[in-house]
């Protein structure tokens, strides 16, 4: 059986222009996948036509006629825009029509409507932003990266379980490392919240590997990080705009004159490989964990290469089964951990 | 007169063999500067016989027999430790030997001992660790960095005044912008904290320019950062882990094969001037702002370039009058801003 996609195509920076023909980059590359491409019609058709016939066939459009703003308020977003192609591919995912849904736009909204739609998984109270990123050693999910600025310990812990559990799924590993983000790698060190969701960690059958700080990140200490949505944010911005700075500085470097540039031309290939190792297109795609339906979150000024990146996600998780293994899991863990300990102190 | 800086020669991964060095070369870059190395005399004979006569004329040792580890407590440092090279060096400012102190030091035994012993400047609650930073435009004041992991708005609002007249007395700038740490740059965004500490900031008579996210700091989009230590810290140290991977990661890609080592040779002064440009070692040294004396902490495992560029801040920060500006800064929002609002609110 296809798996079906459903693509809000007028989120994100550029719209339809990058939507559509990521959508077809990715089919020519799943040959058993279909996309259902939401949003305004007359805007797709011309792009459409510029497809191979035979991925063209994989295609079908629902016509929206509402956008959700990128600075709409969620709240208003998900009151007055129930035709948006943001809203529809969420319905589509709530119906059963399409296995996952992608979008590059509003943030807030995404993860309103979508927690509005679709509803926790038994166990879970909020959704998380989890994005993958690069280490020195391969690649570290992270999260919550800004759906909860005020996080409870239990938060930080179910953000844990389903890390560990995603990481299981789509790595296939048998027992990822659990790492709490914190300001030293001491128990002593954090705030009293970082202590209890270290606390609660230890106790959720997670491999649970302690605290790491944010260099710990990209040495790749944990394959898993969890902090609250606003420490997380602020560490992934802070990534970015230095990956831009020095960017942008070895660009202007080389640039510098006749012989620099000339060097450049001929460090190219060593160039190219080492954007390529490091080319933050590749890792696009953050999940909104913790919801009953596959809901993935485009960086906003994705080209066509990294939305394909991000549908071809969509397309992972759904086919690893991500969401039933970690409702699986919560359930063990209910009746293997929490449960026997409700009992016992009942009985202390 | 000279300015007498206090260095603790134990502190930090390499000790002496780095800090007496370090303070060699600065004082070759400083003829009016003294500096009194604090720490175990018989570590330090030899290396001070390195030094040219001019140097060490300049040179002042003060044995001391205890030294703080690296990972004790900072209480048990505090309580214990009275004859360390770090407490000694404190107490020099304390007495007015010294017009400042530096240490690569236990950052907690530092901040507790430097408070304990200078105390706080009047209308200041808390000191902030506050460093340099490169950034797109120049560079950028970021406070507080892991002093304070729970900070009040009231906190936040006293670290931008700090930050903005540190700036002022430092880059010779009339009103440097401040900007808060947020996840997002719209006032509706953040915790409840944030947004409070951005009211406050708007009273303060800092130039407030708002919220910043995360890639604002190196995008240089204010001088000065304000934002808790936790939150600091994680940036900082996020940062801190990023630059390194992307440094091994292009060393890595040079280094691969035969041609791309024949490309770094030609590439050398672009790659040189690249990592000048950049380099964290330039940048080290951060100031313990908000206490009644000057007192910098190196990084621990800073080289003699970087150690050297961290006592060159204690001289900057002393011969710039900072902590006079500090406190007269301090003094006129409190008749100016704080008193009339309160008298305003006692009649209205």
Known sequence: ????????????????????PAAGAFLKNHPDARVVLVGQEAEMTSLLEKLPDDTRARIQVRHTAEVVGMDEAPAMALKNKKDSSMRVAINLVKTGEAAACISAGNTGALMATARFVLKML???????????MPTMRGQVYMLDLGANIDCSADHLVQFGIMGSVLVSALEHREAPNVGLLNIGE??????????????????????????????????????????????GNVSLKTAEGLAQMMSTTLREEFGRGLLSRLSALLALPVLRRFKRRLDHRAFNGAILIGLRGVTIKSHGSADVFGFEQAI?????????????????????????????RVKQQANG
């Open 122 to 132: 038994p166990g879970i109270d909020r959704p998380a932003i989890c994005a993958v």
């Open 312 to 340: 071809a996600r969509a397309y992972e998780t759904v086919s690893s089964d991500v969401l039933q293994r970690i409702s699986e899991r919560l359930h063990e863990l209910h009746r293997d951990v929490l449960q026997p």
């Open 186 to 231: 001491e128990a002593i060190k954090g705030t009293s919240l970082v202590k209890e969701a270290a606390a609660g960690l230890k106790e959720s059958g997670v491999n649970f590997s302690g605290n790491i700080e944010g260099d710990g990140i990209f040495k790749g200490e944990a394959d898993v990080v969890v902090c609250d949505g606003f420490v």
């Open 1 to 20: 059986m296809s798996i079906h996609i459903a693509v809000d195509c007028m989120g994100g920076d550029h719209g339809p222009a990058v939507t559509v």
